[in-house]
């Protein structure tokens, strides 16, 4: 049995902590903020319980299946039939089945084929490697033509990823495609998922877990450096003092390893440094009023400044019935809109949901949020793979992993429970 020492109570370091416990390890979890959970947590939006960050599950998230399973909740998961909007050029269109795309005005027969037939075998391929070393522009300019790219996609990406638009690897934007393409009731139908009582459900149950098996779970309490002696982990050091380890595994998001690691190689330390990450502020707003009957709705219009609107109540509904839409604005910290005011985002939000939908007004609103995220989203770029250190570095003892380690996945709660158990695992190896 070891003594492990946990870094962050995300989803990724409680699954990791929770697994470390039923193999037998004694098992602290060190988190910096004052709730467990991450990306993942809820809020209180004016009386509703939310994640702050939208959350839905894929019929392919089995390692979250697995987990529910194993804390007595394979009940817990809700499925409902969602869809999909394009909003191009002033106008709403259907989306995500053959009949939406043949009805699609903005391109020709050829064209429509040619993207129908990559979104298809995208969905069916278990795997893609030829993808690695290429660019997203370059993969459907290549399978479907300059003009869909034009039309579908690069209002998208560049709201997405600004100056890092051109160089986001091929395979990773596969994977997404495919995750949720795979998620369907049948051709025509798209099926997504939500836990019962939201992420927060997942996050209390670990939490309530780790705590009864004798894990310790300490909130407010930031690792402030890995200290290594022989080229061995020998413990962690926060402000309030030492927790001496055999074993640490560390799920902080790479860009804040910086003086974690001042007792790591250089090499290592700048291998972490090279990863790129962009931020997020979220805007959210509870409605009196539904915006559109979609889920999720995908906006390239120039006149528009975001890229796109998710209608959460079109899958999990508000409990009094309200409407609740989830507007993400991606941008590296250092783009001068990261320090606009809240006030400017939610203003500019309502204008885009009116240009959708004019019948919203502004006296529908009941309440506004926005979340902020420093590191959100990580960028990988063509030859991510070979970027990324080992898992298990080579400092005896020590895993380090966040997001971006499972690539060419994105990130996805299902992903960072599978990573953390697999982190686990390997202690005892
Ligand atoms: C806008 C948005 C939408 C998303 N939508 C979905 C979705 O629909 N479906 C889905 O499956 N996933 C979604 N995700 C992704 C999902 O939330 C993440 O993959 C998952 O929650 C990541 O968990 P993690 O533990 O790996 O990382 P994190 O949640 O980032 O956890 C890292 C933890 O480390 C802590 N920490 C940082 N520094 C220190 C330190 N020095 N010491 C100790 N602790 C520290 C942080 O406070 C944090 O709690 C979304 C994410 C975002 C941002």
């Known amino acids: 049995m070891s003594k492990v020492v946990v870094l962050g109570a995300g989803i990724m370091g409680l699954a990791a902590a929770h697994r470390a416990l039923t193999l037998g390890h004694e098992v602290t979890l060190l988190e910096a903020a004052s709730e467990p959970g991450g990306m993942a947590a809820h809020f209180d939006f004016d009386g509703l319980s939310i994640e702050r960050f939208y959350h839905f599950v894929c019929k392919s998230d089995t390692p979250t299946f697995d987990l529910l399973a194993e804390l007595g909740m394979d009940d817990a998961m809700r499925w409902r039939s969602t869809s999909m909007g394009y909003f191009v050029e002033g106008a709403l269109h259907k989306w995500g089945d053959p009949f939406a795309l043949l009805r699609f005005p903005h391109l020709n027969l050829v064209d429509k084929f040619r993207y129908g037939l990559l979104m298809f075998i995208s969905t069916r391929r278990d795997a893609w490697p030829a993808l690695e070393d290429v660019n997203t522009r370059a993969w459907i300019e290549a399978w479907c033509g300059k ?256 997001t971006c380690f499972y690539y060419p996945e994105d990130r996805g709660v299902a992903e960072s429970i599978r990573l953390g158990r697999d982190m686990a695992a390997h202690l005892s190896a």
């Open 147 to 402: 003009t869909v790219y034009a039309k579908l996609w690069k209002r998208l990406l560049d709201l997405k990823f600004h100056e890092y638009a051109d160089d986001i690897s091929a395979q990773w934007t596969w994977a997404r495609i495919r995750r949720v393409g795979r998620s369907r009731k049948s051709l025509l139908q798209e099926e997504l998922g939500y836990i019962e009582g939201g992420s927060q459900t997942l996050v209390d149950a670990l939490t309530t877990s780790i705590t009864k098996s004798g894990g310790a779970v300490k909130l407010r309490e930031p690792a402030a450096r890995v200290l290594i002696s022989d080229g061995k982990v020998i413990g962690v050091r926060t402000p309030n003092g030492d927790y001496p380890a055999d074993a640490v595994v560390s799920t902080v998001p790479t860009p804040l390893l910086g003086s974690l690691l001042a007792e790591a190689p250089d090499g290592l330390r700048t291998r972490y440094e090279a990863i790129q990450n962009i931020g997020v502020v979220c805007v959210v707003l509870k409605l009196r009023r539904s915006v559109t009957p979609h889920f999720w709705v995908n906006i390239v219009d120039p006149a528009l400044p975001i890229l796109g609107i998710i209608e959460f109540t079109n899958l999990r509904q508000a409990p009094t019935g309200e409407t609740v839409v989830y507007v993400p604005y991606y941008m590296p910290l250092q783009n001068p809109a990261w320090r606009r005011t809240n006030d400017d985002f939610v203003d500019e939000v309502l204008e885009a949901i009116r240009a959708i939908n004019p019948a919203v007004q502004r006296g529908d609103v009941i309440a506004t949020y926005v979340g902020r995220l420093k590191h959100a989203q990580p960028v990988c770029p063509p030859g991510f793979k070979a970027l990324l250190p080992p898992v298990q570095t080579e400092v005896c003892g020590l895993q380090i992993a966040d």
